[in-house]
């Protein structure tokens, strides 16, 4: 009877991945946006309905019809108001994956550390029908069973809704073919936003149900929203019923996996599964709308700048004191891994999130190969078996793309390290590795500049060649670069290597700074996400760009660590979303002549559009043109002149 | 260049599914070098699917294309284009991440030639020259009109250095000057030694420009020849005009 216990254990735990999973097909099937923000919405319920209970003695159920509501009205405001915007302004969908991930990725950052920020991280239990029942001969608690009952009836509720009425074939239709759906009369913007309020909604009853039998803490939320993606991809988007299916299967895989092999493979055999079926079908899932995009455009010939930078940088450690050197290596490291990151990522304009998994390798290659045997050949390891793996995520740039990419390296990122943990855990018998190596912060700072040196060298040659055009053709359109005898396979490979070793070697030489080191210290994905965002913030498509973004975020990220760690995260997020909104092409548009005037224009034109929108909801829709100087003054910091323009919006005043 | 030769382009019995529809099904033609085929039919007809297959975006259910003689079939998109055939895409695909020249000289940088970047810089320049490009060098796809976007096209797949070059509508949308202007253009082509096979609806370009025709329904070939002939078949009016004429 024991496997049966698993099984239904497995039912409860599929019956919520499927319910998120159904929330999340909305919102990415339906409205179009990958919300990576997604579960945060389930932690705040979650909190909710512990708050709820520890306070007011409100029942988690009287909560749960509470937070529904709430978090429909705020994912529809969210959606309206800050997504819809972002989707409209772009035409081409490649380009509108890439924002909607980005900007719901940095909302989860602010979500995530004002939680914390609010809450610490600590679990937050509650009890609530923690009594036993008995089904069918089975024990098991009533909280559970009502789980298990509440997210099936759910998932029938939202199934029947799609497939009976009237508003579930519009919702259909438009997951069907967005484009042609308007053709029928279908009012695209108003039932996206409702069935991304929905969605919403659903994480809020998840949350809630969630709390009654497991802890609530602030980074619950991705973790679940990896879950649903998953299942969402293995059920195919926009199908309610694959979804409801995969999710079921999937928790009961979990719990046999725990039973049967291994508790701590659990996540491991989850990511193998759902690598395999990204793998294996990706052909109606993976349409991929190749992007153009002004963002290539900028190249900068400083390089007499850049080489008096480095002349300074050389000199650096015989002024610097120790603290001013640890700061540089910092600045270094992440120059390193975003510039390395960006070699492939920039011109190709693949996200991928798996540099953790390659700066890790490299660190912990040190970490256990150089204690005993020498600096030399560990590194020689590490980069041996970085390139196997970076060969193979590069044979899956062939298959895969756009967010589809993005969550097969992260999958693979925790892959990796899951893969380290269980094996350092089971086989080495230890929980990690002490280190000491005679390498001081010097040599680590030079060997740094030296590899820093290495891929900006690399990148500069690779540009002046026709590798440069040639990548440059690949990423906007790869059919024309194939078309006109470019071998893709061949250059994405390579570049993806090339790339991913200098990731590998910034974690080889990054190791000796640890005197103790294990898995999640190797393999913080905290890595990944600061790569990317550093890149990208300082713009990928250039080689100077990544640097730019990388020496403002570790400066912040350095003092604000210090006085107020949890806004560190609220930082990166609003950073994020500022990126996204403002200087698309990264800090490095903005030296470019006209670039301030575009990213004020672009806040303008936001603006404008949210007290338009605004506007029109007052006087019934009309479609009179707020006045145009107005946003431009650019005096007022972004956060008061919006004040200022929608009291002004509100009062009718133009 | 007589028809005694070896024919450049052979294409034989090729067929290709999607799903339970045949876009094509044992369309069999030969090109000789050096001459254009033209390549008719309603829309839907397979044109462009035949054209894909043959510059190897699509794979062919069954059947075989050969170039000179060599098995085209099976081949990537990358390894046709070194083999000799290039072609324009039916609405032009230009990337504004480079500029106008660029777009060409990096195919003359790949391709058949594999120039160095200046050489195929020079190259590029001489090829929009020649096509007739009236814009900038260094303007961008989204800053330019139409008919150099085609332009670009054309000259980017020249760039390529290909023996049989594939258009597909690459007259389609011009204005009665530019039309005049593109015929010329095609047909300076051919007499410089290119073969040609082009997929189109002017009518016009097909009688002055095609030595012979293919006219393409519902993915079978129903009639072949010189376009006097062909385009007086009763098969062909009954396609494009419909019965009881």
């Known amino acids: ?654 | 260049m007589t028809g005694a030769a070896l024919p450049l382009l052979e294409v034989c019995d090729l067929s290709r599914n999607f799903g339970g529809l045949a876009a094509l099904d044992g369309v069999s033609f030969k090109v000789a070098g050096g001459s254009i085929l033209g390549l008719i039919g309603p829309n839907g007809s397979g044109k462009t699917t035949l054209l894909n297959i043959v510059c190897g975006r699509l794979e062919a259910s069954r059947g075989e294309v050969r170039l000179a003689g060599q098995p085209m079939t099976g081949r990537s998109p990358e390894v046709v284009c070194r083999a000799g055939i290039a072609g324009t895409f039916q609405l032009a695909r230009i990337p504004d991440a480079l500029d106008a020249r660029d777009n060409v000289a990096v195919a003359a940088m790949y391709g058949r030639r594999r120039l160095d970047v200046a050489a195929a810089r020079a190259e590029a320049e001489c090829l929009l020259e020649r096509v007739g490009f009236a814009g900038a060098l260094s303007a961008r796809a989204d800053a330019l009109a139409y008919f150099d976007l085609k332009r670009i096209e054309l000259a980017r797949a020249l760039a390529c250095a290909p023996e049989l070059l594939l258009l597909d509508e690459w007259l389609a949308g011009l204005n009665p000057t530019e039309l005049e202007a593109g015929i010329a253009l095609v047909r300076s082509l051919k007499d410089d030694g290119l073969t040609i096979v082009m997929v189109e609806h002017v009518m016009h370009a097909i009688r002055s420009l095609c030595g012979q025709i293919v006219v393409l329904n519902a993915g079978r070939v129903i009639a072949s020849g010189t376009p006097e002939a062909a385009l007086a078949d009763r098969d062909v009016i009954r396609v494009y005009l419909g019965d009881g004429l």
């Open chain 1, 1 to 654: 009877m024991l496997v049966f216990d698993f099984l239904l254990a497995g039912l409860v735990i599929g019956g919520i991945y499927a319910l998120i999973s159904i929330g999340l097909n909305l919102q990415y099937g339906v409205a179009r946006v990958l919300n990576l923000a997604y579960g945060e919405f389930l932690m705040l319920a979650g909190y909710g309905a512990f708050w709820g209970v520890t306070l007011i003695g409100a029942p988690p159920l009287l909560t749960m019809l509470v937070a529904a509501p709430l978090a429909f009205a705020a994912s529809w405001l969210l959606f309206r108001y800050l997504l819809h915007p972002l989707l409209e302004r772009s035409r081409d969908a490649g380009k509108r994956e890439i924002d909607s991930i980005l900007a719901t990725f940095g909302l989860l950052f602010v979500l995530q550390g004002a939680a914390l920020a609010a809450w610490t991280g600590t679990d937050r239990f509650y009890s609530f029908l923690a009594t036993p029942v008995n089904v069918l001969g089975i024990v098991m608690s009533a909280n559970r069973l009502l789980v298990l009952v509440a997210a099936l009836l759910l998932s029938g509720a939202i199934f029947a809704l799609l497939q009976l009425t009237a508003v579930g074939r519009a919702l259909r239709a438009l997951a069907a073919s967005p484009h042609t759906a308007p053709l029928v009369g279908i009012d695209v913007a108003r039932y996206s936003a409702g069935a991304f309020a929905l969605g919403g909604a659903l994480a809020a009853i998840a949350g809630v149900l969630l709390s009654t039998f497991i802890g609530i803490n602030p980074t619950i939320g991705a973790a679940f929203t990896m879950k649903a993606l998953i299942v969402v991809v293995m059920g195919g988007i926009g199908h309610v019923l694959g979804g409801l299916v995969a999710g079921l299967v999937l928790g009961m895989a979990e719990t046999m996996a725990a039973l049967l092999i291994d508790p701590g493979l659990v996540t491991v055999i989850n990511f193998a599964i759902f690598s395999i079926v990204l793998l294996w079908r990706p052909q109606g899932l993976f349409a991929r709308d190749p992007g153009t995009g002004a963002a290539s455009r900028l190249r900068l010939g400083r390089h007499a700048l850049g080489a008096i930078v480095l002349a300074l940088l050389l000199l650096a450690p015989a002024f610097a004191n120790a603290y001013w050197l640890s700061l540089l290596v910092n600045i270094l490291m992440y120059v390193a891994l975003a510039t390395g990151w960006a070699f492939f990522c920039g011109p190709t304009r693949y996200v991928s999130l798996a540099a953790s998994a390659f700066f890790g390798l490299g660190a912990y290659a040190v970490a256990v190969l150089a204690p005993d045997y020498s600096y030399p050949l560990a590194l020689a390891a590490a980069l041996g078996i970085a390139s196997v793996l970076s060969a193979f995520v590069g044979l899956a740039t062939l298959r895969l793309s756009g967010m589809y990419f993005v969550i097969f390296t992260f999958g693979l990122a925790t892959l990796v390290r899951e893969v380290v943990t269980w094996w350092e855990f089971n086989v080495a018998q230890q929980a990690g590795r002490h280190l000491f190596l005679s390498i001081t912060t010097t040599h680590i700072y030079y060997q740094l500049l030296a590899l820093c040196a290495l891929i900006i060298v690399l990148w500069l040659i690779r540009d002046k060649s026709r590798m440069g055009l040639a990548l440059t053709t690949l990423g906007a359109d790869e059919t024309v670069a194939r078309q006109i005898g470019i071998n893709t396979v061949a250059l994405k490979i390579g570049t993806f290597v090339v790339s991913c070793l200098t990731m590998t070697l910034a974690g080889a030489i990054l190791a000796p700074r640890w005197s103790y080191m294990d898995a999640t210290v190797a393999f913080n994905p905290n890595t990944s996400f600061l790569t990317v965002i550093m890149a990208l913030l300082g713009g990928a498509t250039s080689v100077w760009g990544p640097m730019l973004g990388v020496i403002p975020l570790v400066l912040i990220s350095d003092y604000l660590s210090v006085t107020v760690p949890y806004y560190f995260s609220v930082v990166l997020g609003l950073v994020l979303l500022a990126i996204v909104f403002l200087v698309p092409g990264g800090l490095i548009g903005l030296l470019r002549p006209d670039g301030l005037v575009a990213a004020r224009e672009r806040l303008a034109g936001l603006l404008r559009g949210l007290a338009r929108r605004l506007d029109g909801r007052r006087t019934g829709g009309s479609r009179t043109e707020p006045a145009l100087g107005a946003p431009a003054a650019p005096s007022l910091p972004p956060s008061r002149q919006a004040k200022r323009w929608l009291s002004a919006a509100r009062k009718g005043e133009p």
